[in-house]
């Protein structure tokens, strides 16, 4: 079952979003003072605007994803675009892995051997793709609640804690880092590839996931940077992982702290990340081979998944370069903005007929 | 004829056994009727001579009432018989249509029907030179009286359970919504045991579809005997091998009502006093008729009490050993250099402890449910103290461990109705958190989300209006009751729930 | 295809499971800490790390820790890193480390001239440790501290915790955790305060109830029980080092100057009669302000509710004795506050109670235009001290 509602995917891409917020943004890139309120308010309205060829494809195609518009237009081609769109995902999919394998050892088990870290992963994601996005998405619903009454109990714990006095006005005093965090924000925006290929699954306007997901994210995001910088003020910019170090401050009557609570419910949301990644290709392959069942593609990309973090996680060196190749958000814009721009204008629309069979 | 005659070896005897038509000859009748069922002591075949035709009464033991047998039949026939028939159809038919012998009369054309009709309590008449014969209800069967379930107890409820006898059922369903849209239609299933089946549901709330989904479910169960409801349970599941039920069961009619009235489909089954209901949500574990009797604060409070109960029973012990192993840290400090303290001397590592304990509580559990009572006691007092108590002061188990095994074992018990799933979920949780800590923790639990999140029973989503979300429907009626005067306002169906919608329009498209 | 998925997942986990890829350590072979000292010997270019780790002593074999032990041991560890040493500590200890339940981190003398950070970033940046700890300096050697044990509470460092917490809600102190501390370092002066522990080996008398604690080595067993601990003043940092030594005075003015104090009593003499007020509900506010040269000051401005805990024989309406006696509190509070501000701004040179973070809220553009030399401008503006107490506020008729 993979039609969902707009509002359903819009709590998929919270979910989602707030574990690459929290934890696969670059330490350095969180920091203290008035510029990351400026450069999350910046990079969401930059996102939005990445967005208008994806949500303009949505209207003029009535619902259909850039693939179907494209292979309407001729097979090979959709076939191609389809390929180099597949191929930025793979990666995409590949960074997120390792950089939750990576998470969990760095806070929940220190020597969890790089196998069974991913595997597992992978295997509870396509487990979750094989499912359907329904079932994904319903689960993120779980995922963002669970999220969001952390960061309240975060917030009541915290409440004598937090020092206002290291708030000071807007100032922006360093534009380099301004750039930087804008710039590695937008890298992050993998849903942009998700919407780009279950905007075709959606009952209602596919629209409406990406204006209130971006609404919500960018509200909670300034959230919990205020609570950063009241918490921690300049100590901040020397932390890796704020978040998981702000829970373990957190005392509450039953666990001493709440940094393991904390993992946990990353790590749920960022295997729903997965889970969404792993269901776009399986779309993909749907679209593209006109086939009813992806099981067996998905069994074959979960273990190319798999081989290419054993392959890159083996050695920092490729992890970073990867993780640099991401970061400077060009693959990303090429696979949510320029594709989906292309078939834009080449792309065709579905012959009325046809429309009309598939309403009825 | 005699070819015919059924070989019991078969599976399937429903088929053979139809083909065999009453004929006019009474003799050959009851021979073929004999053969079919074996020259069973049960079937009692009495003739009799009445106006001077040959007649027969073809009864069940111990299934009729044998003063309504004398007193509506026998006596009638032989005081005042019908007077000017001039041959034996005649006969028959004036006995058929013209005297009030009993409310329930039909005619029946074939042996099996004649068989069905004289096992299923009625008095079956034939006659000699007529292919028919008249049954005549005079159920007299011995069953056990109303009494109070003995699950699903409730303090301010209704006292009344089902019983096994389908009929009292129905007139229990019948005497608490007395609508004239609350339609009982009866099916017979099982190819061998004939059960007599009966789904209950109101024409103008329940989903046309999903009662003909049910009904074409009930006709193709390819099952020979059904002695109790829950053999049905999993052919009508959408989703199976499914951990947790889809189908929920119920011995209480109250309860069976209130989720008729909610467009559910209810099945009473013959000769259990366990009704299905379907389709259920997965909150529905958590409710009881108790808490729309008591205040909507106090229900809210027992409802999260019992979710509470169930989070418990399920991670606990699983957690316990994550914690102890790979992030003690998050204990409290006095509580972690107590357990500390405690594991020093024993002799298996948490992991094994918790594996071991746990194995021996379901054992105690198994062992003191079947056994009589008396020994029943013994059973306690041997798990009670010889292995909580010596365990622990012999230094074999440490007492953490104990406490949290008979701890979780107590909160399972707040959810009866997830027992069983409860029992193989805390089972992988303690070896997920022994193998992988807090990780293999949140991955089962994901697995479970994931699958959990992925059921449709009849079209509605399993873990509805929790996802997908409806904030309308969760502040209902889920954790939180409001008010009878609040939920009289407004009526709210499965119908209505979000995610059942779109499944129409996928269905339909 | 349902089947082989769910086949696929089922070998996956068992075969990851039964190949045994996670490894733990057990519960029971843990070292719990409980305080860790660490010192660096300069002679020989080592760090030393001495921690007492938790170790019951069972009340009537049921495994219930008997509270009138100290339930520590100790183990020492020496390495050219802190790593180093801990994992050393480890090895002769037989047990693997557990940094979660330490509550106290003791820094050697020595080791205060070096970078603080760089000591703190090493068990806050370990997940497992706590960053809700208490860090303090000592006077000499953190291992001689160490050494002493109390027979209070669950285990031995408990008595030092509350002393800390004691003494900061009496406010002769600042007690931070490690994680406020790392905040304070990281401002651009680098500075940050630690309060200073010290062996005291004063006799107790009889009214007071003993806080003395066993020691550690042999010898005469009466004159080590009376071996205590006590706080003496602080260490000031600034640049991330050690930049002097304040006293318990000085202590309680920069309880004021960085709005930490909940409540202080003073004592005023007036002729014959000795009042008390206590200062409580204190507010500071720190705001940097130029002058008609254009030259910065901060103007520190203290407000607070008094209380007339001890009356002195001042009668409710004898307003004018009322207000002599505050003004007095106030001039003594105003004094403490000076010399605090003396002490730390001059002979420390360090800015611990926030005027760079109250420079950088009232004017950003100022701080980011002279942040090379911002501890000279910081350190050379003067402060302008105004404590004003409102003893009417409850009302004289409260005590």
């Known amino acids: ?360 | 004829m005699k070819e015919k005659i059924p070989d019991f070896s078969e599976k399937s005897v429903g088929n053979i056994l139809k083909d065999i038509k009453l004929s006019a000859s009474l003799e050959e009748n009851c021979v073929n009727i004999r053969a079919m069922i074996n020259n069973s002591t049960d079937l009692i075949i009495k003739p009799a001579v009445i106006e001077g035709r040959k007649i027969v009464f073809i009864t069940c033991e111990g299934m009729i009432d044998k003063m309504k047998l004398a007193d509506l039949i026998y006596r009638p026939l032989t005081e005042n018989p019908p007077k000017d028939c001039h041959t034996a159809k005649e006969l028959f038919d004036k006995i058929a249509s013209t005297m009030l012998i009993a409310e329930e009369q039909r005619q029946l054309y074939s042996c099996d029907e004649v068989l069905q009709a004289a096992m299923s309590g009625f008095a079956v008449m034939l006659c000699d030179e007529v292919n028919y014969a008249i049954a005549i209800g005079i159920q007299g069967f011995s069953f056990r009286g109303i009494d109070e379930p003995s699950t699903h107890i409730n303090l301010r409820a209704s006292r009344e359970g089902f019983i096994e006898v389908i009929r009292i059922n129905i007139s229990m369903v019948r005497r608490r919504m007395k609508s004239p849209t609350l339609k009982t239609e009866l099916m017979k299933v099982g190819e061998r045991s004939n059960t007599d089946i009966c789904i209950c549901y109101l024409t103008d709330r329940a989903d046309y579809k999903t009662v003909n989904a049910v009904k074409d479910k009930l006709k193709n169960i390819p099952l020979n005997t059904i002695l109790s409801s829950e053999f049905l349970q999993s052919f009508l599941e959408e989703d199976t091998p499914g951990l947790f039920p889809q189908v929920m069961t119920s011995e209480r009619p109250d309860v069976f009502v209130s989720k008729l009235y909610e467009g559910r489909i209810g099945i009473i089954v013959d000769g259990t006093p366990f009704a299905l209901i379907l389709p259920t949500l997965f909150i529905e574990n958590f409710h009881t008729m108790d808490d729309y009797t008591h205040k909507p604060y106090f229900s809210a409070f027992m409802r999260i009490l019992r979710f509470t109960a169930f989070i418990l029973a399920v991670i606990l012990p699983g957690l316990y050993v994550a914690l102890c192993n790979f992030n003690p840290e998050m204990l409290r400090s006095s509580l972690l250099l107590n357990i500390y303290s405690s594991v020093q001397t024993t002799a298996f590592p948490v992991f094994g402890e918790c594996l071991i304990m746990y194995s021996l509580y379901e054992i105690m559990r198994e062992a003191g449910l079947r056994l009589p009572k008396s020994v029943g006691h013994a059973v306690s007092i041997v798990g009670g103290l010889v292995i909580g108590e010596i365990t622990v002061s012999a230094g074999l188990m440490s007492a953490p461990v104990v406490l949290i095994i008979a701890a979780t074992g107590l909160c399972s018990f707040a959810v009866p109705d997830l027992y069983e799933s409860l029992m193989i979920m805390r089972l992988v949780f303690i070896l997920a958190g022994g193998i992988f800590g807090l990780f293999g923790i949140t991955v089962v639990g994901t697995l479970l989300l994931f699958r959990l999140c992925s059921k449709n029973a009849y079209g509605v989503p399993y873990m509805a209006p929790f996802a997908p979300f409806t904030l309308k429907s969760i502040l209902r009626d889920t954790f939180v009751r409001i008010s009878w005067r609040n939920l009289s306002r407004s009526d709210v169906t499965l119908s209505q729930l979000s995610g059942r919608a779109k499944r129409k329009t996928e269905k339909e498209n | 295809m349902k089947k082989i998925s769910i086949a696929f997942i089922l070998s996956l986990v068992l075969s990851l499971s039964l190949s045994g890829c996670v490894r733990y350590v057990e519960l029971s072979d843990r070292a719990i800490v409980q305080a860790l000292g660490i010192d660096y010997i300069p002679d020989r270019n080592i760090y030393r790390i001495s921690m007492q780790y938790f170790s019951q002593t069972s009340e009537g074999g049921q495994n219930q820790i008997d509270k009138t032990q100290p339930n520590v041991l100790k183990s020492v560890g020496e390495g050219d890193s802190i790593l180093t040493a801990a994992k050393n500590a480890s090895i002769l200890s037989g047990k693997d480390l557990l940094l979660s339940e330490n509550r106290l981190i003791i820094i050697g003398s020595e080791l205060c001239n070096e970078d603080l950070s760089k000591t703190l970033q090493f068990f806050i940046s370990n997940y497992h440790s706590h960053p809700k700890t208490y860090v303090c300096g000592a006077e000499n050697t953190a291992e001689e501290l160490i050494d002493i044990r109390f027979k209070e509470g669950y285990v031995s460092s408990q008595r030092l915790i509350n002393l800390i917490e004691n003494a900061s809600s009496e406010g002769h102190t600042v007690a931070d955790y490690a994680y406020q501390i790392m905040s304070s370092l990281c401002n651009s002066t680098g500075s940050a305060y630690l309060p200073r522990l010290k062996i005291s080996e004063q006799k107790t008398d009889g009214t007071v109830p003993k806080e003395s604690g066993e020691g550690q080595k042999g010898g005469e067993e009466e004159q080590e029980a009376e071996k205590t601990i006590v706080l003496d003043g602080g260490v000031v940092f600034s640049d991330k080092r050690k930049s002097g030594v304040i006293d318990s005075e000085s202590c309680v003015g920069l309880q004021f100057l960085s709005n930490r104090m909940a409540e202080y009593s003073v004592t005023v003499k007036d002729n014959d009669n000795r009042s008390t007020i206590t200062f409580f509900s204190v507010r500071t506010a720190i705001t940097p302000k130029f002058n008609e040269k254009s030259e910065l000051y901060f103007d520190i401005s203290v407000t607070a509710d008094g209380r007339f805990d001890e009356r002195g024989g001042i009668s409710e309406t004898d307003t004018a004795r009322i207000m002599a006696v505050k003004s007095k509190a106030e001039q003594e509070v105003t004094a403490l506050m000076e010399k605090a501000a003396t002490d730390i701004r001059e002979n420390c040179r360090s800015d611990i109670f926030g005027l760079e973070k109250a420079l950088r809220h009232h004017y950003p553009g100022f701080v980011a235009r002279n942040k090379d030399n911002i501890t000279d401008i910081l350190l050379s503006a003067p402060c302008i001290i105004k404590v004003k107490c409102n003893t009417f506020s409850l009302g004289l008729e409260s005590y």
């Open chain 1, 1 to 360: 079952m993979n039609r969902i509602s707009s509002k359903q995917l819009t709590l998929a891409f919270i979910a989602s979003r707030l574990t690459t917020e929290m934890i696969m943004i670059p330490g350095e890139l969180i920091r203290y003072g008035s510029e990351r309120f400026v450069a999350i308010l910046v990079a969401k309205l930059s996102v939005l605007l990445l967005y208008l060829p994806l949500l303009l494809l949505t209207i003029k195609f009535k619902g259909d994803n850039f693939l179907t518009a494209a292979i309407r237009k001729n097979r090979i081609y959709g076939i191609i675009l389809g390929v180099l769109f597949g191929v930025v995902l793979l990666s995409v999919t590949v960074n997120s892995v390792l950089n939750l394998q990576l998470y969990i050892t760095d806070t929940l088990i220190g020597e969890l051997l790089l196998i069974s870290g991913t595997a597992l992963i992978i295997a509870v994601s396509l487990y979750g793709a094989m499912k359907g996005a329904s079932a994904i998405t319903r689960t993120a619903v779980f995922g963002t609640a669970i999220f969001a009454f952390l960061i309240l109990l975060i917030f009541i714990t915290m409440a004598d804690k937090l020092d206002f006095s290291y708030l000071y006005p807007m100032y922006i005093d360093d534009g380099n880092y301004l750039f930087r965090a804008v710039i590695s924000e937008i890298s992050c925006n993998s849903e942009m590839l998700v919407f780009a290929v279950l905007c075709s699954n959606i009952t209602d306007k596919p629209n409406r996931a990406v204006y209130y997901s971006l609404a919500v994210i960018f509200v909670v995001l300034e959230v919990v940077n205020l609570l950063y910088n009241l918490v921690f003020g300049p100590y901040l910019n020397e932390l890796e992982y704020p978040l998981y170090v702000i829970s373990s401050l957190s005392d509450v009557v039953v666990f001493q702290r709440l940094d393991g609570i904390d993992a946990i419910v990353w790590l749920l949301c960022g295997i729903i990340k997965i889970s969404l990644l792993f269901t776009s290709a399986g779309e993909l392959y749907k679209t593209s081979s006109g086939k009813r069942k992806k099981g067996w593609f998905l069994a074959i990309y979960g273990t190319l998944t798999l081989i290419l973090c054993m392959l890159i996680g083996s050695d920092r060196r490729y992890y970073d370069t990867l993780q640099s190749i991401l970061h400077t958000a060009f693959p990303l814009v090429f696979a949510g903005v320029v594709i989906p721009l292309i078939v834009l204008f080449t792309g065709k629309k579905a012959p009325r007929k046809e429309k009309e069979n598939e309403e009825n």
